[in-house]
């Protein structure tokens, strides 16, 4: 059964990749004649960002026991044929409304998360509630089958899709770097993610400890908020790289930083199919990450597409970052290839095609 109508659901305050991930997917099932609904949060954080109008639906969401938003979704959601909710926090309350409202539930997850086979909450919020789960990469879809009752959860893999950068000249890199505050002769190094202690960020600061001496214009910046910022703030200070490695924030588009960049290196230990990845290699920038799950393995070849490192080896992630910044034509020839791969390979029509057919059986699911 093809859903008519679908209510997603995504609580945040901030802008990320998944917020993303939910907008695109919105405009593109309105495109393809879907009724879409967005039940969010703030609707600011939305409707500044919007290619076209998607009806928004603002609730409190203020915890996982919030009454009043459960019930406003308790009475919404029998008007719609089926209900996906994008993000961890809104799994419990979207979905235990969603299940007793009698509609079928889509969760996604775009992260490497092992369950907690005992404990009833994950069985509850995996198990139970949603018709079906659907994750960016293999890894994420293998390691919630290792706890066994998931075996019997459908679980499909549907890439991200990802917008392609333009690149810019030398001239135009030069004075984004001015505006952002970079110096114009700067190794710019990026990051971006949640500042939490799966990203392993110490790493990257450790490593550009490392080649202070080696790499003197070396700057790393680290886009993002996140518990980890005092501790990380007093590593740097501890390195002694205050004017080396900074810590901006969160900032609403990534899309001038990556266009002002040289390398982006993602250090997690835990990632599915990473959007800064996606989005930084389809702006044709080199990148260095480790294999954190191996959803990056899945879909790109090592030294071909990108530079891989094991997940906490910092020995290995100086190495790569200094043979990164002494070879400039081999990082021209690596962004270049991973650009024509993405533009291949993760375009949001491909995404959209691959996520009806789920639409579809999650609905079919509950006939």
Same mark, same amino acid.
């Given at each position: ?154 679980? #499909? ?5 990802? !917008?392609?950068? +333009?690149?810019?000249? %030398?001239?135009? $890199?030069? /004075?984004?770097? =001015? ?125 071909? #597409? ?5 997940? !906490?080896?910092? +020995?290995?992630?100086? %190495?790569?970052? $200094?043979? /990164?910044?002494? =070879? ?40």
């Amino acid at each position: 059964m093809k859903p008519r109508s679908i209510a997603m659901v995504c609580s945040s305050r901030i802008w990320a990749g998944t917020e993303k991930w939910v907008l695109h997917t919105a405009e593109g099932l309105i495109d393809r004649g879907y009724n879409v609904h967005l039940f969010v949060r703030r609707t600011d954080l939305w409707s500044n960002r919007m290619q076209s109008p998607v009806p928004l639906k603002r609730l409190p969401f203020l915890n996982d026991w919030d009454l009043f938003t459960f019930f406003a979704l308790l009475t919404e959601f029998p008007n719609y044929d089926l209900v996906l909710p994008a993000r961890v926090r809104d799994y419990w309350l979207a979905g235990t409304a969603a299940k007793t409202a009698g509609r079928p539930v889509l969760l996604r997850l775009g992260v490497v998360r092992r369950l907690r086979d005992r404990h009833w909450r994950d069985r509850a919020r995996y198990g139970r509630i949603p018709n079906r789960i659907v994750v960016n990469a293999d890894a994420i879809r293998d390691t919630l089958r290792e706890t066994p009752w998931m075996r019997r959860m459908p679980i #499909d893999v549907v890439r991200n899709g990802v !917008d392609l950068i +333009e690149s810019v000249s %030398e001239a135009e $890199k030069l /004075a984004l770097r =001015r505006q952002l505050s970079i110096p114009t002769d700067a190794f710019l190094v990026l990051g971006a993610g949640r500042l939490g202690t799966e990203k392993r960020w110490d790493l990257l600061l450790r490593a550009t400890a490392k080649l202070k001496g080696e790499a003197p214009t070396l700057q790393t910046y680290i886009l993002g908020e996140g518990k980890e910022r005092p501790a990380l703030e007093m590593l740097a200070a501890d390195l002694g790289i205050q004017d080396q490695a900074f810590l901006p924030g969160h900032q609403d588009s990534i899309e001038p930083w990556l266009r002002a960049a040289d390398l982006v290196v993602q250090p997690s230990i835990r990632e599915g199919l990473s959007n800064v990845i996606l989005e930084a290699m389809g702006a044709g920038l080199p990148v260095i990450c480790t294999d954190g799950g191996g959803g990056v393995r899945e879909v790109f070849q090592p030294d071909r #597409d990108l530079w891989m490192v094991e997940p !906490d080896n910092a +020995e290995r992630l100086v %190495e790569r970052m $200094k043979y /990164a910044i002494d =070879r400039p034509a081999e990082r021209l020839q690596i962004g270049q290839a991973a650009r024509r791969w993405v533009e291949q390979s993760f375009s949001w029509n491909a995404m959209l095609d691959q996520l009806e057919p789920v639409l579809q059986a999650t609905c079919g699911d509950v006939d």
